[in-house]
């Protein structure tokens, strides 16, 4: 199906005997993998007597050459599959079977993706961006301590030199524009994290899914629907390539406390109320900033309290 969707990513029409005739195929064979495309990746395909056949909307396919020609690929290798349970995943079979870090998996599709607290990351095949990237870290818990806002900066910042200028960080895991949320991060791990262990950084990105191709329970917004056109997700990958390669090196060099002015700088609820959910009873609070292994500070009550764990939420105090 690979190279009919190649011939399809421009999102113009396309006879069924042209496509056959590139292919080498007939256009019966034509027809039946439309049907699969449509059955079992979700792309709606336009059919039109007389014109042919085009994809509802024009993507770009991601494009393994291109990514490994890129400068910080070259010690990153790249694995692109086209649908897969979700890349965390992925990269721990793949730890589990050797493979050395760091190295990459993205994939077109998901269909068991996953974000924090158990929830479910929408996945649709060949919009957005599912990314994972392996690491090894060997300084013990200070390399560990405040690494996913470090992604985050990065994120933050490759998102921002691809022309999202409105975007910034929510605690802890969360970049927002105007509100909605565009990206998130899942960073998990193995081994012995007091030694040497193995950290999955995950990234999801909506990249080129609209309003209408989805449903989310909370609000959301897209690059492409920020910008109003297409996004190459193969240029996007490698300067968050670039983003990551420099934060990371600042991270593992002098921990989070040398960044945590900079990720203090680009959150969005510096400042306001908000509820904070730890356990069963939720905590109303202030933000004041993070401290500097990355836990929340928040004014409770005229006290100042830190907060820090993979289960927390935070929301704004009059959000319902």
Not at 65 to 88: F, G, K, M, R
Not at 242 to 265: I, K, M, N, P, T
Request: aromatic fraction near 6%; proline fraction near 3%; glycine fraction near 12%.
């Amino acid at each position: 199906m690979l190279p009919l969707l190649r011939l399809l990513q421009d999102g113009r029409f396309h006879s069924g005997e042209a496509l056959g005739a590139v292919l080498g195929v007939s256009r019966s064979a034509i027809w039946k993998q439309l049907q699969v495309l449509e059955a079992e990746l979700g792309l709606p395909v336009h059919k039109v007597r007389g014109r042919g056949y085009r994809l509802e909307s024009p993507f770009l396919l991601l494009d393994e050459q291109a990514l490994v020609n890129s400068e910080y690929c070259h010690s990153w290798p790249v694995s692109i599959l086209q649908s897969v349970d979700s890349t965390n995943a992925e990269v721990f079979r793949r730890l589990a079977r050797g493979h050395i870090p760091p190295f990459i998996v993205l994939a077109e599709r998901q269909v068991a993706g996953r974000g924090r607290r158990g929830r479910n990351w929408v996945s649709p095949f060949g919009e957005n961006l599912y990314y994972s990237l392996a690491i090894q870290i060997n300084g013990g818990m200070r390399q560990l301590e405040g690494l996913s806002l470090t992604v985050g900066l990065a994120l933050l910042r490759a998102l921002q030199a691809s022309g999202m200028v409105g975007a910034g960080l929510k605690w802890p895991n969360d970049v927002l524009v105007s509100g909605s949320k565009i990206a998130g991060i899942l960073l998990e791990l193995t081994g012995d994290p007091a030694d040497v262990c193995h950290v999955v950084i995950g990234i999801g990105v909506n990249v080129n899914m609209l309003a209408n191709k989805a449903t989310i329970d909370q609000s959301w917004t897209s690059m492409r629907a920020e910008l109003g056109h297409v996004v190459d997700r193969n240029i996007f990958i490698r300067e968050l390539n670039r983003q990551l390669s420099q934060y990371l090196g600042v991270h593992q060099e002098q921990g989070f406390s040398a960044l945590r002015d900079e990720w203090q700088d680009s959150h969005l609820w510096q400042g306001l109320e908000v509820t904070l959910t730890a356990g069963t009873e939720p905590v109303k609070g202030v933000v004041l900033g993070v401290d500097q292994v990355g836990a929340i500070r928040l004014c409770v009550a005229g006290v100042e309290e830190s907060y820090s764990g993979g289960e927390l939420g935070l929301r704004l105090h009059d959000d319902s």
